[in-house]
């Protein structure tokens, strides 16, 4: 069975800091792996994805996410935090043959001036 | 173009009662979703429709709910009766077929059951 794992619920970095987002993953088939940004009272707004091609995704923002498949990670990054930022972020596994998205928990990103 | 759009956007009601959550996706999208995010957890999967019919339903608590499509558009979610577990954000999403395409969510209806 596929399963999403995120550390930690809440991250704090400073502004201008590197944000680093986890997740983990387990899937028995290659996985398609995406990065959801839900800002207060919005839907979820799709930041990157991973489909088999590069390891290294560029998402929108600044954000990118590279698929390890030795650590079953997908960890999401940005080098310079901005305060608009500050939001919550879901990771989410699809599997093959399958339409219906596994996420994570989320982890809630703020953002200290 | 206008994205996924749901209907109330917060609703409060006694258990027992009988609400309807309504979803319009994006235009030409076939593919529709359901998901659930319970407060502090994870959002979700509860149903899947290719147009007007049930692809997969596998994710839906209980004969408490029911979906339908009607004519492969918008999407209606009732809970009847509603209990207090059924409290949380319900979250509409539709995507194009075919490939790996991106599923567009929208903003959620916050359910409090009482």
């Known amino acids: 069975a596929q399963s999403v794992t995120q550390l930690g619920s809440h991250v704090s970095v400073s502004e201008g800091a590197l944000v680093l987002l986890r997740c983990n993953y387990s899937?028995?088939?290659?996985?398609?792996l995406f990065w959801y940004v839900q800002y207060p009272n919005q839907g979820l707004q799709l930041l990157l994805k991973?489909?088999?091609?590069?390891?290294l995704v560029k998402g929108i923002n600044g954000f990118e996410a590279e698929f390890k498949k030795s650590e079953t990670s997908f960890h999401l990054t940005k080098p310079s935090a901005h305060m608009s930022d500050a939001a919550e972020y879901f990771c989410?596994?699809?599997?093959?043959?399958?339409?219906?998205?596994?996420f994570g928990t989320g982890t809630r990103l703020k953002v200290l001036a | 173009e206008a994205g996924v759009t749901q209907f109330p956007s917060h609703s409060v009601i006694e258990k027992g009662q009988t609400v309807t959550l309504r979803c319009d996706p994006i235009?030409?999208?076939?593919?529709l979703y359901w998901y659930r995010r319970v407060m502090g957890k994870e959002i979700k999967f509860l149903l899947h429709?290719?147009?007007?019919?049930?692809?997969?339903e596998s994710g839906m608590p209980n004969n408490r709910f029911l979906a339908e499509r009607t004519g492969g558009t918008y999407s209606t979610l009732k809970v009847q009766p509603a209990e207090l577990e059924d409290s949380g954000v319900y979250f509409c999403?539709?995507?194009?077929?075919?490939?790996?395409?991106?599923?567009?969510f929208g903003p959620g209806t916050r359910l409090l059951v009482l």
């Open positions: 899937s028995s088939v290659p996985p398609y």
């Open positions: 235009s030409g999208h076939d593919n």
């Open positions: 429709f290719v147009k007007e019919s049930k692809q997969d």
């Open positions: 999403a539709s995507s194009l077929s075919g490939g790996i395409e991106t599923q567009y």
């Open positions: 991973y489909t088999s091609a590069a390891t």
């Open positions: 989410a596994v699809r599997g093959s043959g399958t339409y219906k998205y596994i």
